[in-house]
Nanobody, 114 residues
């Protein structure tokens, strides 16, 4: 059973930045595509970005050019650098593999507001 622990969220003004981290237990981390997802109030959880074990990345259009996903396989950790944040980025952010395991971490709240 893989455990996922997200951190780094908070309240930030529009145009600000945050860096999210996700620590994953389990030895299979390095072989999996890892992703960041988010769920805004009243909306379904959606994929934001993923990164393959070799470093290739994919982003949804709404975050391209603003968010950067990265990973450290030695630390079983995946990161999401978020720049130029917008109010519509407000959500609980989760990490999981892509496609996701059935179980999720607690997520980390990101609130973009002036």
């Amino acid at each position: 059973q893989v455990q996922l622990v997200e951190s780094g969220g908070g309240l930030v003004q529009p145009g600000g930045s945050l860096r999210l981290s996700c620590a994953a237990s389990g030895s299979i981390f390095s072989t999996n595509i890892m992703g960041w997802y988010r769920q805004a109030p009243g909306k379904q959880r959606e994929l934001v970005a993923f990164i393959r074990s070799g470093g290739d990345t994919h982003y949804v259009d709404s975050v391209k050019g603003r968010f950067t996903i990265s990973r450290d396989n030695a630390k079983n950790t995946v990161y999401l650098q978020m720049n130029n944040l917008k109010p519509e980025d407000t959500a609980v952010y989760y990490c999981n593999k892509y496609p996701p395991w059935p179980s999720w971490g607690q997520g980390t709240q990101v609130t973009v507001s002036s």
